[in-house]
């Protein structure tokens, strides 16, 4: 525990206008009313709700406090974050770091093999096998994709049809990509120039490795 964590509070309403105040090791235990609390709150909101009780905080005690309770992947994407390219990994590891505690992420897909791959329809991909970048492997054959599938969960549930919920994913992972000195490029603007009007194919739960080598062509 840090010296600051005594110092600060989560305050939340009771009903009827009033409010209890609890110290923020609790956020980190499963007491489900503030956890859920916490989770409908903006980041303004939420920090707005930080009360100091005593001295100044420093903004990384802010920021360690919105920590205390980020989201984290559960263990399917988990590994299939370790079937992709370390770099792409690391982005998709601090974009739900930095998610507002509204904002969980999950991951759809990383490697597909060849069936995977061949079984998407043609409605949600042209690229057959090997070409995607989803099917990139390492030089002994292990999967090591160029691509990653992300999605944002609400309650649980991932609403495919939200294309804006994706959006501000993307944005989110944009920013992550950025500090990790990674280059993307995102599945609702392929050409780069900010626009996501100009796409024939958008799929905006998807990103990829900028520098990834260019794929073979389909098998026959
Ligand atoms: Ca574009
Ligand atoms: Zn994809």
């Known amino acids: 525990m840090k010296n600051h964590e005594k110092r600060l509070n989560l305050v939340y309403p009771i009903g009827r206008g009033r409010s209890r105040s609890l110290g923020l090791e609790a ?7 503030v956890r859920r609390f916490w989770r409908r709150l903006g980041p303004l909101d939420a920090v707005r709700a930080l009360d100091i009780e005593a001295g100044p905080i420093s903004v990384s005690g802010i920021q360690e406090a919105l920590m205390a309770v980020h989201h984290n992947y559960g263990s399917s994407s988990n590994a299939k974050l370790d079937q992709a390219h370390p770099d792409l990994a690391r982005v998709m590891r601090r974009a739900i770091k930095m998610t507002p505690p509204n904002v969980d992420l999950t991951i759809v897909w990383t490697y597909r093999d060849k069936e995977q791959q061949n079984s998407i329809p043609a409605s949600n991909t042209n690229a057959r096998w090997p070409e995607s970048y989803h099917n990139a492997e390492d030089e002994d054959g292990n999967p090591y994709s160029e691509a990653v599938d992300f999605a944002p969960l609400v309650n649980g549930k991932i609403p495919w049809k939200d294309d804006a919920r994706f959006c501000h994913c993307a944005g989110i992972i944009y920013a992550a ?7 993307i490029i995102w599945g609702n ?3 780069e120039d900010g626009s996501t009007k100009d796409q024939s194919l958008a799929d905006s739960g998807h990103i990829q490795r900028k520098n990834a080598a260019p794929r073979p062509p389909a098998e026959d």
């Open 27 to 33: 956020l980190t235990k499963p007491f489900w009313p």
């Open 177 to 183: 990509a950025q500090l990790e000195g990674v280059e």
């Open 189 to 191: 603007d392929f050409d």
